[in-house]
């Protein structure tokens, strides 16, 4: 069972009541004094200030996330390096109550933010040569320790100390199959493109907004078409005209990928196709959509199978679950 945003909204204001070991941190807020959230298809992110330091805070949206972070987080503390900023779980950390007000707890995800400017910021104030030769430096230092970030953009970077140190780590690959070797290209190459005196063209080329849509608790970005939203009924998705597309009936819901989108309901997780039809029925403990294989990974009973893109089952559930127990 996952909290809402408006749960994690509202414990950020009160974490003295809400959190474990959070209950003195300070949430960066917005002119309206509302907690400044961000939201990805797995997970919702807002700023805290706590022990003197900024960090990133983080709530997984579904089982699947939680999943991935504690084998992220399990990798790192194996790792000495100084080119990652701390990554952990706080097990148990959100203390809030269901629609049955029963108490849960929901294990969170912090992230050191070391004191630093933006990877926009640093095109316009450093010289283009000091970032390309600070970029190859990252990537050479990312592959002695075995370290492939997989969603490696400038948004996940931060200037800090004459260096970039990435942030966000949730799809985190350890050995030597992973590869960010496309990601710092195409960072080297905007670097490249942006190495000059910056012009208006380039300064209005990089800001595009994204029209509001209101009537809604919450919004994400439009996904292929469609935009994830949160009303009074649960989640649901909208066009990119606010016009309803799937009902707001889930208790979670994912952004769209490949046409597949995860859910979760009452009864379990499941995924559906643009149609809010059921590729997978909604009665597994776990389901992660995978787009670069097309295929999910479904978990019942703490073991592990394999569905298609049509939701047919490809192997029996025979992996058990090989999460690391916490406390």
């Known amino acids: 069972m996952t909290p809402t945003l408006q749960t994690f909204a509202r414990a950020l204001l009160t974490p003295d009541l809400s959190f474990r070991t959070l209950a003195d941190a300070r949430v960066a807020a917005g002119p309206d004094g509302l907690p400044r959230l961000m939201r990805t298809t797995r997970f919702a992110e807002a700023e805290i200030a706590w022990r003197g330091e900024r960090w990133l805070l983080f709530l997984p949206l579904s089982p699947a996330a939680l999943?991935?972070?504690?084998?992220?987080?399990?990798?790192?503390r194996r790792i000495d390096t100084d080119r990652l900023a701390e990554y952990r779980t706080l097990p148990g950390e959100l203390l809030w109550q269901d629609a049955a007000g029963?108490?849960?707890?929901?294990?969170?995800?912090?992230?050191?933010?070391?004191?630093?400017?933006?990877?926009?910021?640093?095109?316009?104030?450093?010289?283009g040569?000091?970032?390309?030769?600070?970029?190859?430096e990252l990537r050479q230092a990312l592959r002695e320790i075995g370290f492939s970030h997989n969603n490696l953009r400038p948004e996940n970077l931060c200037w800090a100390g004459g260096r970039f140190i990435p942030l966000r780590y949730h799809d985190a690959r350890f050995g030597p199959t992973g590869s960010d070797d496309e990601a710092f290209e195409?960072?080297?190459?905007?670097?490249?493109?942006?190495?000059?005196?910056?012009?208006?063209?380039?300064?209005?080329?990089?800001?595009?907004?994204?029209?509001?849509?209101?009537?809604?608790?919450?919004?994400?970005h439009a996904f292929e078409g469609l935009v994830c939203v949160e009303d009074e009924g649960g989640y649901g998705f909208v066009d990119t005209d606010n016009r309803p597309v799937i009902p707001a009936r889930f208790r979670w819901a994912g952004d769209f990928r490949e046409g597949r989108a995860e859910v979760e309901t009452e009864t379990g997780m499941g995924l559906i196709d643009r149609e809010?039809?059921?590729?997978?029925?909604?009665?597994?403990?776990?389901?992660?959509?995978?787009?670069?294989?097309?295929?999910?990974?479904?978990?019942?009973?703490?073991?592990?199978?394999?569905?298609?893109?049509?939701?047919?089952?490809?192997?029996?559930f025979g992996e058990a679950d090989d999460r690391e127990e916490t406390d």
């Open 67 to 76: 999943h991935t972070v504690e084998r992220t987080a399990s990798q790192l």
């Open 102 to 127: 029963s108490p849960q707890r929901t294990t969170l995800v912090l992230q050191h933010l070391p004191a630093g400017r933006s990877f926009d910021e640093a095109l316009c104030s450093e010289p």
């Open 129 to 136: 040569q000091r970032l390309l030769d600070a970029l190859d």
């Open 186 to 220: 195409a960072l080297r190459e905007r670097i490249l493109q942006h190495s000059g005196p910056p012009t208006l063209s380039d300064t209005t080329a990089s800001y595009s907004p994204r029209r509001r849509l209101t009537g809604h608790r919450w919004t994400s």
């Open 276 to 316: 809010g039809r059921y590729v997978i029925r909604p009665e597994y403990e776990i389901v992660d959509y995978d787009p670069a294989q097309s295929v999910a990974r479904v978990r019942q009973h703490g073991r592990w199978a394999l569905f298609d893109y049509l939701g047919r089952r490809l192997t029996e």
